[in-house]
């Protein structure tokens, strides 16, 4: 197990300081990577950056309903991650996986028409922020329940295994859900059943306003892999090419050694829990540190890659200008599509049909009795 980090102190924000002011990166030197790779990271961290906002404005303007939580402050970590992956490897997520949807391949015009609960949407509009799923991409969801993605990814592992295929399961989640009934049962039997499968906990400090110190007996998340002997690393979420990196690595022994792993990432989650979520059981000291440049991923890979003369005043000016087209044009489209048919509601609920399934509205008679 790699302990490379060794948090300092209890409570709260002294917790999280001590997480970020211990973590040793292992960040690769610039001069190594393309700089065409390097651009491409930069501009789809800057895309779901802008997409987020783009999201919490609409939130607020009601064009979009339901919950939403957004990847603001984990662009790193989502890219980084998603970079990992290879095309044919599966991705399961939480409810806050806008970012992660784009990142897999799904187009920012499905992702907001989606949100915007309309026909074009990715799950055809009857998902909304929380359900993203495409076949395709293979991000198999989007779950609102915490926690319930992880028997899900677990099974799809079992799959893949039990078909002879080299895929790879990765499981996203966020630290609050390490101590939920199915994180244990499903890292069991991973484990027991040496699954293909990589569980990253994206630790941004906080479930919902619970803390990690308050709520996890054991706060370093990376070793709570080790009840099941299943190995665990930590990242810091806010590096783009150290959270590829670590994961590439951990992607493929999973792959060659058929077996789980655990990976925990750390970055801030700059806003509430969700879009009206005003985040007030945070401590101003906790608040200054969320919003800290200095812990803001894009501001920082952005300043890394102009210091390497990567990222020029004009190729900055060039990305933001692409971006904000590309996020203005996505809700352009979401705008302009058509909203289902109340009659479609129950179209897509299974796979495959289901002989009593109830396809009663609420407004049927049968209800008003
Ligand atoms: C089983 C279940 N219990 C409670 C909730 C309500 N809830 C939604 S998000 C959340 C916090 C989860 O925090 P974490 O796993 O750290 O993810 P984050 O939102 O920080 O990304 C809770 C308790 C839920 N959706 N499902």
């Known amino acids: 197990m790699a302990d490379t980090a060794k948090p300092k102190g209890g409570g709260t924000a002294k917790g999280s300081r001590g997480r970020r002011q211990n973590q040793k990166n292992e960040s690769p030197n610039l001069a190594d990577e393309?700089?065409?790779?390097l651009l491409d990271h930069y501009r789809r961290?800057?895309?779901?950056?802008?997409?987020?906002?783009?999201?919490?404005?609409?939130?607020?303007?009601?064009r979009i309903g339901g919950y939403c939580h957004l990847n603001l402050g984990e662009e790193a970590?989502?890219?980084?991650?998603?970079?990992?992956?290879?095309?044919?490897?599966?991705l399961f997520t939480n409810y806050r996986e806008h970012g992660y949807a784009i990142a897999k391949g799904m187009s920012p015009r499905g992702v907001m028409a989606e949100l915007y609960g309309r026909t074009t949407g990715v799950s055809k509009g009857w998902g909304g922020s929380m359900h993203m799923f495409d076949t395709e991409t293979r991000l198999l969801g989007g779950y609102g329940i915490v926690g319930g993605?992880?028997?899900?990814?677990?099974?799809?592992a079992l799959a893949v295994t039990y078909r002879g295929g080299d895929e790879v399961v990765m499981c996203q989640m966020g630290d609050g859900t390490t101590?939920?009934?199915a994180w244990h049962e499903s890292l069991n039997i991973a484990s027991l059943w040496n699954l293909p499968i990589v569980y990253v906990?994206?630790?941004?400090?906080?479930?919902m306003g619970t803390t990690v110190e308050m709520a996890s007996a054991e706060p370093d998340l990376y070793k709570r892999g080790s009840a099941f002997r299943i190995e665990g690393k930590r990242v810091d979420g806010r590096d783009v090419l150290a959270v590829r990196d670590t994961t590439t690595e951990l992607v493929e022994r999973a792959r060659s050694e058929q077996r789980p792993f655990l990976l925990e990432a750390?970055?801030?989650?700059?806003?509430?829990?969700?879009v009206v979520d005003p985040a007030k059981y945070r401590t101003q000291e906790q608040a200054d540190e969320a919003r800290d440049r200095a812990n803001d991923p894009v501001a920082i890979f952005a300043e890394k890659l102009e210091e390497a003369g990567v990222l020029t005043e004009d190729t900055k000016k060039e990305i933001a200008d692409s971006v904000r087209e590309e996020v203005a044009d996505a809700a352009d489209f979401a705008e302009?599509?058509?909203?289902?048919?109340?009659?479609?509601?129950?179209?897509?609920?299974?796979?495959?049909?289901?002989a009593n399934e109830s396809k009663r509205m609420p407004a049927d008679p049968v209800f008003a009795e």
Not at 85 to 90: A, G, I, Q, S, V
Not at 266 to 274: E, L, T
């Open 34 to 37: 393309s700089s065409k790779d």
């Open 45 to 62: 961290m800057l895309l779901i950056r802008r997409f987020e906002e783009r999201t919490g404005q609409a939130y607020t303007q009601a």
């Open 77 to 90: 970590t989502v890219i980084g991650l998603t970079s990992a992956l290879h095309e044919r490897d599966y």
């Open 149 to 156: 993605q992880l028997p899900l990814a677990t099974g799809a």
């Open 179 to 181: 101590n939920i009934g």
């Open 201 to 207: 906990v994206v630790n941004n400090f906080t479930g």
């Open 266 to 274: 750390f970055s801030y989650r700059m806003k509430g829990h969700s």
């Open 336 to 354: 302009n599509s058509p909203h289902p048919d109340v009659s479609t509601l129950f179209d897509y609920t299974y796979a495959t049909p289901v």
